[in-house]
């Protein structure tokens, strides 16, 4: 549904109000801790969704060892993975009189952050419970 006019004035009618107040900020720790690499392969103007990837599975062991002795050998197990990425993310629709409008807050910055907060929390949500067998559009 679109952002209406009627909305929209809720940013502008209060000469006191200096900016949107959002009293539940969500930090996003899970976003920040992880390394994000450019997965989608060049090969082919990027047409693929699917990354492979190297996991390790056993880790190596070190030792002490006695003069005139040897190590027992011991070497890192690993496998080959592949997975299908997924898309994610939001849209919203403002007339593009509201867009111009201009007022307090930006209707536009303000839809934005909102929809950057939403596709956070999916995303955490996603991390945490995600089942592609209750929905196949993730994995």
């Given at each position: 549904m679109a952002v209406t006019l009627i909305?929209?004035?809720k940013n502008v009618q209060d000469a006191l109000q200096m900016g949107v107040i959002d009293e539940f900020r969500k930090s996003n720790f899970l976003l920040n801790a992880l390394t994000f690499d450019d997965a989608v392969s060049p090969t082919g103007g990027?047409?693929?969704l699917t990354y492979g990837y190297t996991r390790?599975?056993?880790q190596p062991t070190a030792a002490f060892r006695a003069v005139n002795s040897e190590y027992t050998p011991q070497e890192v197990t690993k496998q080959r993975y592949t997975v299908d990425l997924k898309i994610f993310g939001g849209s919203f629709q403002i007339d593009r009189i509201i867009a111009?409008?201009?007022g307090i807050v930006s209707e536009v910055t303000l839809q934005m952050q909102q929809k950057i907060k939403a596709a956070q929390a999916l995303f955490?949500?996603?991390v945490i419970n995600g089942d592609s067998a209750e929905n196949i559009n993730y994995n």
């Amino acid at each position: 549904m679109a952002v209406t006019l009627i909305e929209a004035k809720k940013n502008v009618q209060d000469a006191l109000q200096m900016g949107v107040i959002d009293e539940f900020r969500k930090s996003n720790f899970l976003l920040n801790a992880l390394t994000f690499d450019d997965a989608v392969s060049p090969t082919g103007g990027g047409a693929t969704l699917t990354y492979g990837y190297t996991r390790l599975l056993t880790q190596p062991t070190a030792a002490f060892r006695a003069v005139n002795s040897e190590y027992t050998p011991q070497e890192v197990t690993k496998q080959r993975y592949t997975v299908d990425l997924k898309i994610f993310g939001g849209s919203f629709q403002i007339d593009r009189i509201i867009a111009g409008m201009g007022g307090i807050v930006s209707e536009v910055t303000l839809q934005m952050q909102q929809k950057i907060k939403a596709a956070q929390a999916l995303f955490n949500d996603t991390v945490i419970n995600g089942d592609s067998a209750e929905n196949i559009n993730y994995n």
